[in-house]
C-alpha cells in the first residue's frame, strides 16, 4: 500500500540518502564538444554531499566532463508506484586517474559492485582491474526530488 502523505512531494535529506543507497543506475548527462547533450547510464556512490562515479579513461562521457564540468544526473525509480525522482546539477572534479582499481577508486567500485550485483560483485569489478579508470566527484549546485504523483501545476484539465 503506498502512504499518500508522501505522495506529490520532495525527499528530505535523509531519504535522498536512502534512496541513492538503492542501485539507482545514474544516467548522467554531460556536454559533447558540438554543444549537443549526451546521456549514458553509471554505477553512482552517494556520500551524503557528493556522489562519486567511476568512468572508463576512454568512455566519451568522462572526455565529455573533463572539458565541461558541468553535468546533470537524474535518479529514478520508474517501477514501484510511489516514483522517487532525485537530479542533481553539479560540478564534475577528477579526484585521481587514470588508475586501474586500486586504493579508494577499488574501494568505491567495490561498495558499489556490491549493491549492484550482491556479494560476489567485486568479482565482476576484478575482471577488469587493470583497466584505467577515474575517480570522479559531483558536486551538487542544486538538488531536486519528488515522490509520487504529479504535482497539481502539471494536470491540465479541459
Same mark, same amino acid.
Given at each position: 500500500?503506498?502512504?499518500?502523505s508522501k505522495?506529490g512531494?520532495?525527499?528530505s535529506?535523509k531519504?535522498?540518502d536512502?534512496?541513492l543507497? !538503492?542501485p539507482?543506475?545514474? &544516467? ?6 558540438d554543444?549537443?547533450?549526451h546521456?549514458a547510464?553509471? @554505477? +553512482? +556512490?552517494w556520500?551524503g #554531499? =557528493?556522489? @562519486? ?7 566519451? @562521457?568522462?572526455v565529455? !566532463?573533463?572539458?565541461?564540468p558541468?553535468?546533470c544526473?537524474?535518479?529514478a525509480?520508474?517501477?514501484? *508506484? #510511489? ?5 542533481? #546539477?553539479?560540478?564534475a572534479e577528477v #579526484? ?5 582499481l586500486?586504493g *579508494? ?9 556490491? &549493491?549492484?550485483m550482491?556479494p560476489?560483485?567485486p568479482?565482476?569489478? =576484478?575482471k577488469? =582491474?587493470?583497466? !584505467?579508470?577515474y575517480?570522479?566527484?559531483?558536486t551538487p549546485?542544486k538538488?531536486?526530488?519528488s ?5 497539481k501545476?502539471?494536470?491540465?484539465t479541459?
Open positions: 500500500m503506498v502512504n499518500d505522495k512531494r520532495k525527499l535529506s531519504e535522498i536512502e534512496f543507497a !538503492l539507482i543506475i545514474a &544516467r548522467i548527462a554531460t556536454v559533447k564538444a554543444g549537443s547533450p546521456v547510464p553509471a @554505477w +553512482q +556512490q556520500d #554531499e =557528493a556522489m @562519486w562515479v567511476i568512468p572508463r579513461s576512454k568512455s566519451s @562521457w568522462y565529455n !566532463l573533463s572539458r565541461e558541468r553535468v544526473i537524474s535518479c525509480d520508474d517501477i514501484n *508506484p #510511489e516514483h522517487a525522482r532525485v537530479t542533481i #546539477e553539479g560540478i #579526484e585521481s586517474g587514470p588508475v586501474p586500486v *579508494p577508486v577499488k574501494e568505491i567500485a567495490d561498495e558499489m559492485a556490491i &549493491r549492484y550482491g560476489d560483485g568479482s565482476y569489478a =576484478a577488469t =582491474a587493470n583497466c !584505467l579508470r575517480l570522479v566527484k559531483i549546485t538538488i531536486v526530488s515522490r509520487g504523483k504529479w504535482h501545476r502539471y494536470i491540465v479541459k
